[in-house]
């Protein structure tokens, strides 16, 4: 099974991408979390630009995306949102398709009480709007993600390792049963 994971943060010690990292790290040998790299080559959305002729990383964006069982995305809060760079990505996605029916699971974390839940409700409405699929508990706010992390991103909280292994769980779950049903 492979599972696309996709950081709303660019920051290269970005605590959101720390959290991928981890949930690699906590799936069974028969799953593969494979970290998407090119959200920064994304250029700006316009309607013309995907109609004329898409741009390579749009192409290979959408490639990753329909060759994943499902995707993983970990964002921070952006002005009560979620970042730029990732609405911008799944702008680019309205027209292609890639999400529709697709199980996803999503993530926020702040260093706030908040832990990103406004960026977590925007991302997850935005998802439902390009009907993917959301499976119940493959969603998790991380409040206080700081304190969290070692300094090389490493989780140091058992019970958010727990939070982490057991919202995964749920979106593997949700390859499983929906793989049964096609
Ligand atoms: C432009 C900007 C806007 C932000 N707005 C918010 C916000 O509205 N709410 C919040 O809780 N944190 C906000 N933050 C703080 C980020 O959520 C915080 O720095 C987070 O840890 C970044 O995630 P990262 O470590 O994955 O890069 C903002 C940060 C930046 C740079």
């Not at 809060?77 to 309205?94: Q, S, T, V």
């Not at 909280?157 to 979106?171: F, I, S």
């Amino acid at each position: 099974m492979n599972i696309l994971a996709i950081s709303g943060s660019l920051r290269i010690g970005s605590t959101n991408t720390s959290l991928l990292r981890a949930a690699a790290e906590l799936v069974p040998p028969t799953v593969i979390i494979t970290l998407y790299e090119g959200l920064d080559d994304i250029p700006p959305f316009s309607p013309e630009r995907d109609r004329d002729n898409s741009s390579e990383p749009v192409n290979k964006l959408r490639t990753l995306l329909r060759e994943a069982d499902a995707v993983l995305i970990c964002t921070p809060e952006y002005i009560h949102g979620m970042p730029g760079m990732l609405k911008n990505m799944l702008d680019w996605i309205a027209s292609s398709g890639e999400f529709v029916d697709k199980p996803v699971g999503v993530i926020s974390a702040g260093p706030s009480d908040m832990g990103g839940s406004r960026a977590h409700a925007s991302l997850s409405y935005t998802l439902e709007v390009l009907t993917a699929q959301l499976p119940e508990g493959a969603s998790l706010i991380v409040p206080f993600v700081r304190q969290k992390l070692d300094a090389d991103g490493h989780i140091i909280d058992p019970v958010l390792t727990q939070q982490l292994r057991d919202t995964v769980g749920a979106l593997v779950e949700a390859v499983h049963n929906r793989s049964q049903t096609l």
